[in-house]
């Protein structure tokens, strides 16, 4: 790619508002990045969808992030990561990055007793995307997935710290506490919002993986080694795009934001 596009922004989606915990990393770790978020908040949750449907709302949110001249595109939503960056990637002529590959690496990485668990949406835990491509690496390695699909809406309500979801989550999580796991995949970009939450649940003994950083840092890693890193001392700008409510949107990312995110715009994402 011609290396004048290197200040050209990084394309980001997701289902929703998870995806701003993959894009609140990228602004903390890559300062010099400017950002297109998309959230497509009119179709969430992904996580009960159909593969062809996942691929076809990944498809027509990346030919929109395409009209914005982004320069890569970080697929920050573990069910479109699982059924669509493939076949995505290669459609494309600039790299692509999904949340799955970098939280599994750190995942078998901090496990000693090689038992890993994961928590994601139903469509990432049944792809079992991350047990294949961690046992790709290591074998040995025994991974447990549970489905926790009312978390996503839980956060998308922004209850993040109530009664309800801390009963949801002790239910949900109880089977993995009786599985010996020493590491824990938050798998789904919504989930490090419920980290607090988790890691009290979970106890001090079991290390959560925040496939949020670790994309980032895989981001920062991919531009560099393509040369497409925006220029020291570049001044980032940060649009944001959504399906639905832009409203409800950015109260919500206001609250969880190191920047304030400015207005927000609606896309009617059926029309690309």
Known sequence: MDTLN????????????????????????????????FGDTARVPYGSKSKDTIIRFSRQIVNFLKTKNVKAI??????????????????????????????????????????????????????????????????????????????????????????????????????????????????????????KMVGKIMGPDVCLVNPAYETAIGLRDMLSETGLSADEGAVPSYEFYVSDDPLKFKQFANTIMPTDIGIVKEVNIENY
């Open 74 to 195: 970080v697929f920050a939503c573990n069910t479109a990561s699982a059924f669509a960056l493939d076949t995505i990637e290669r459609e494309l002529d600039i790299p692509v990055i999904g949340v799955v590959k970098p939280g599994a690496i750190t995942a078998i990485h901090s496990t000693k007793n090689k038992r890993i668990g994961i928590i994601g949406t139903e469509g990432t835990i049944k792809s079992e995307m991350y047990t294949s491509y961690i046992q790709s690496i290591d074998k040995d390695i025994e991974v447990v997935g549970k489905a926790c699909p009312l978390f996503v809406p839980l956060v998308e309500e922004g209850m993040l710290d109530d009664e309800v979801t801390k009963e949801m989550a002790t239910r949900y999580l109880k089977e993995l506490q009786n599985e010996n796991i020493d590491s824990l995949i938050l798998g789904c970009t919504h989930y490090p919002l419920l980290r």
């Open 6 to 37: 290197n200040n050209a922004p990084i394309g980001v989606f997701d289902s929703g508002v998870g995806g701003l915990t993959v894009a609140r990393e990228i602004i903390r770790q890559l300062p010099n990045e400017s950002i297109v978020y």
